[in-house]
């Protein structure tokens, strides 16, 4: 076993040290607390949103489960109580900085579109974007889901 003295100024500077250290780890958790707090609250409030998307939803779907004989007035309504489903997603996606990708040109850019069919169409020229399949978005510069379409061939 190896012995060694530490002269009471080294003894000091150590005791210094470790409460220094042990202050400094303290504060870390806390801050990583308050970081997990934040977090969960983050979390919270997109489960929130999204179960105003979920409330908004259910008559609709009530209403079918409830009523065979689906109303004319029911009909006509729907398509606007679809596109209120879907922004209310779409506000609850911005918050997360989660943005759709809008299209610049009829021709596809490919490091956000992705060609999953084509069509014959000697009227446009080869690989005009004639059909957006699926939206696609964005979070930040990175791509989530590139936009789905449909060019011409010819």
Known sequence: MIKFELSAENKLQLENQLRTDAKQLEELKQALRQQEQKFQAEKEQIFLELLEVFDTLEYPID???NNPEVSPQFIKRLPKSLAAIQQKLSIALARQQVTPIALEDTTPDFSYCQVVGREDRTDLADQTITK?????????DKILRPVEIITAKN
Do not use: A, D, W
Request: proline content about 0%.
């Open 132 to 140: 957006i399949v699926r939206q696609g978005f964005r979070y930040g």
């Open 63 to 65: 209403y079918l489960k």
